[in-house]
């Protein structure tokens, strides 16, 4: 986080140089917005989670990371675009779905889905988990002696 303040308190100094040799009363008032619009294009690019709910549709679920009575942290994917870090809003229910998607997928079962709705509610989709192997049949012998 030090590293990513220090970006953007360098790059703010550089637009400050910029403006104070122009000498241009627009360059000055535009200044703020400039130091803003650097502030977030510093923070974009960096792991921090997206602070805005995701938009509507299906997603694959590439990674998660339950933090119970905190949030969910989700890398969410779709389609062939990259995939985007977001926090979610936690509860019970939703945290639920997703260890369930969670524990299927890792019985081998396919990836798990996330349906986000108009409201930025959450539903989480996948395989069951595999509750045990199936018994095994007793086998029979080749050959019995009388």
Do not use: H
């Not at 969410?76 to 369930?100: C, D, H, I, M, W």
């Not at 986000?116 to 049949?137: L, M, R």
């Amino acid at each position: 986080m030090t590293l990513l303040a220090s970006t953007w308190l360098g790059l703010a100094v550089l637009l400050c140089t910029f403006a104070w040799f122009a000498k241009r009363r627009v360059i000055g008032l535009s200044l703020p917005i400039a130091v803003c619009l650097a502030a977030l294009a510093v923070y974009l690019p960096t792991g921090t989670p997206r602070f805005t709910t995701p938009p509507k549709g299906d997603y694959a679920v590439v990674g998660a990371d339950i933090q119970v009575n905190v949030a969910i942290y989700v890398l969410l994917k779709e389609g062939s675009g990259p995939p985007v870090f977001y926090r979610l809003k936690y509860t019970n229910e939703a945290a639920n779905q997703l260890q369930q998607a969670l524990d299927g997928q890792a019985g081998g079962g396919p990836g798990v889905k996330v349906k986000i709705g108009e409201d930025g509610g959450q539903s989480y989709d996948g395989e069951p988990p595999v509750a045990g192997e199936p018994p095994k049949t007793p086998e029979a012998p080749a050959i019995s002696l009388p």
